[in-house]
């Protein structure tokens, strides 16, 4: 049985299909008996599809995959803090 270090180190290779068949099987076992790796993997893969989005919203800014709520709130985000930087806030 695998150690849940060393089932950090066989991700890549289990998200990429690379890990050996035996591999894989103690990866699998592991998850079965372990709730807290199952989780570390779930929010490994969202962080990988995260950063395709990033990396795909970069390449193509008009593909209309952006949910508008997230546009509006990076465009409330920048004019404040572009307002901060002119010092026309609240406080100035
Ligand atoms: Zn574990």
């Not at 969202?46 to 795909?56: D, I, R, W």
Request: glycine fraction near 6%.
């Amino acid at each position: 049985m695998i150690t849940c270090r060393e089932l950090y180190d066989f991700i890549l290779g289990y998200q990429s299909g690379e890990l050996a068949p035996s591999q894989r099987k103690e990866f699998d076992a592991h998850l079965a008996i372990c709730p807290s790796c199952v989780n570390y993997l779930d929010s490994y893969r969202k962080t990988v599809a995260l950063g395709k989005a990033a990396y795909t919203r970069t390449e193509e800014p008009a593909s209309g995959q952006v949910p508008e709520e997230l546009i509006q709130a990076i465009l409330a985000a920048r004019k404040k803090k572009a307002r901060r930087l002119d010092g026309e806030g609240p406080f100035s």
